[in-house]
């Protein structure tokens, strides 16, 4: 029979003891929280967040706008949380106290640390709510960031704004939703920028690097992204992963090919890679989109 488990009112009805320990940058408050056993209710958060366990529950119940994921959160297990839902959290802890790691961030993160990631299809995107699980990608640059709230193992700011713009990048690319329902650049009047397209169309599988696609428009990097964005409404990064997708896509819906391989023949990783891209950018699982 399977195990019901705890609703809300079967928690202790009270806020849990927290000691919270944290520290500041540009746009991002970093804390680390030590907690009890709790129950509580956010009316509309007003910060974008990311809330890593680093001891783990027992049982843990989180409410996301009425969307309930119902499972104990693992240490280094993420959960993201976007600016603007209802959220409940409720959970029981292994020991008396668990902490958790908390990175809440308005949405000038990206403009302050990741500036290449913006784009107009990028400002019309949103952070995508995803439960408590394992992202091995980013755990180990929360678990890093974690350091710099404690005077002992700190490195200094610097350090610090090295980690968030690395997890600025991260979120960017496996987090954020970017609407899909614009139809991919055309050729423009800048034969610049025309080169560098043409460049990806025959390279996109490949592990191309903006350096790669600056040489082959005869531009700088850093000159190339901004004629590129202006040209096409994308950075060069969000073309190609863009490109990438609409290639895998056209193999999920066309052939019977293992998803591994289309990820592999899309420029992607892994299988890995693929699906959290898709989830990202698309709200849906390979398995979804092949059954389209």
């Known amino acids: 029979m399977k195990r019901k488990f705890p609703t809300i009112g079967d928690y202790h009805r009270r806020a849990p003891e927290i000691r919270v ?18 129950d509580i209710h956010f009316a509309r958060v007003d910060r974008n967040a990311l809330v890593m366990t680093l001891d783990g529950t027992s049982a843990h119940l989180t409410r996301m706008d009425g969307i309930d994921d119902e499972s104990p959160s693992q240490p280094g297990q993420i959960c993201i949380i976007p600016r603007g839902v209802d959220l409940h959290l409720a959970w029981t802890n292994r020991d008396i106290l668990q902490k958790t790691l908390m990175v809440e961030f308005d949405d000038s993160l ?6 290449e990631v913006l784009s107009e299809a990028f400002s019309e995107g949103h952070l995508i709510a995803q ?6 990608t980013l755990a180990p640059l929360l678990r890093l960031l974690s350091h710099e709230v404690n005077t002992d193992l700190r490195r200094g700011r610097l350090f610090g704004d090295t980690l968030i713009r690395l997890i600025a990048l991260e979120v ?4 954020w939703s970017i609407p899909s329902h614009a139809p991919p650049p055309r050729h423009g009047p800048d034969p610049r920028v025309n080169r560098a397209l043409d460049y990806v169309e025959a390279n996109f599988a490949e592990d191309v690097s903006l350096i790669d696609i600056a040489a082959a428009a005869g531009l700088s990097p850093t000159h190339l992204t901004g004629v590129f964005r202006r040209e096409t409404g994308m950075t060069p990064y969000s073309y190609v992963i863009n490109r990438r997708l609409r290639h895998a896509v056209q193999l999920l819906r066309s052939s019977d090919m293992p998803i591994a391989q289309v990820a592999l023949d899309a420029g992607f990783a892994d299988q890995q890679h693929l699906t959290r891209m898709i989830r990202a950018r698309l709200r849906k699982t390979p398995k979804e989109v092949r059954q389209e």
């Not at 320990?21 to 709790?38: H, N, Q, Y």
């Not at 990206?110 to 500036?115: L, R």
């Open 21 to 38: 320990e944290a520290a500041e940058w540009s746009a991002v408050r970093c804390s680390v929280l030590i907690e009890g056993s709790g």
């Open 110 to 115: 990206f403009a302050t640390y990741a500036p």
């Open 131 to 136: 439960p408590f699980a394992a992202r091995p």
């Open 172 to 175: 960017s690319a496996a987090s």
